[in-house]
């Protein structure tokens, strides 16, 4: 069964880093291109990050470039994302993706694209 697992969200002051891990289990990371998502309250899901198969090409919502960066190692079918000087609005539910793709190097940040979701960590960015 496919699944995946979220971890490493918390409360962390503005300023402050988190790195979350996304888990893979029941299928090989390497055919799927993989994505970050978040919710706020009230608001809709969005975009965070996104990378590619081969790892080739990585994408960043305007919000976190420069502070957040993605990565994955596919030998631990893990994901990361590494998140500094968080903000306050930074804060939300954040969610991994997959989808099996064919391609290297393609990257998107559309939920409508993803098959498999995680169920959520929390990240709370308060003073």
């Known amino acids: 069964q496919l699944q995946l697992v979220e971890s490493g969200g918390g409360l962390v002051q503005p300023g402050g880093s988190l790195r979350l891990s996304c888990a893979l289990s029941?299928?090989?990371?390497?055919?799927?291109?993989i994505g970050w998502f978040r919710q706020a309250p009230g608001k809709e899901r969005e975009g965070v990050s996104c990378i590619s198969r081969s790892a080739g090409r990585t994408a960043y919502a305007d919000s976190v470039k420069g502070r957040f960066t993605i990565s994955r190692e596919n030998a631990k079918n893990t994901v990361f994302l590494q998140m500094n000087s968080l903000k306050p609005e930074d804060t939300g539910v954040y969610y991994c993706?997959?989808?099996?793709?064919?391609?290297?190097?393609?990257?998107?940040?559309?939920?409508?694209?993803?098959?498999?979701w995680g169920q959520g960590t929390q990240v709370t960015v308060s003073s």
């Open positions: 029941g299928f090989t990371l390497d055919d799927y291109l």
């Open positions: 993706a997959a989808t099996r793709t064919n391609l290297q190097n393609i990257c998107s940040m559309t939920s409508g694209r993803y098959n498999y």
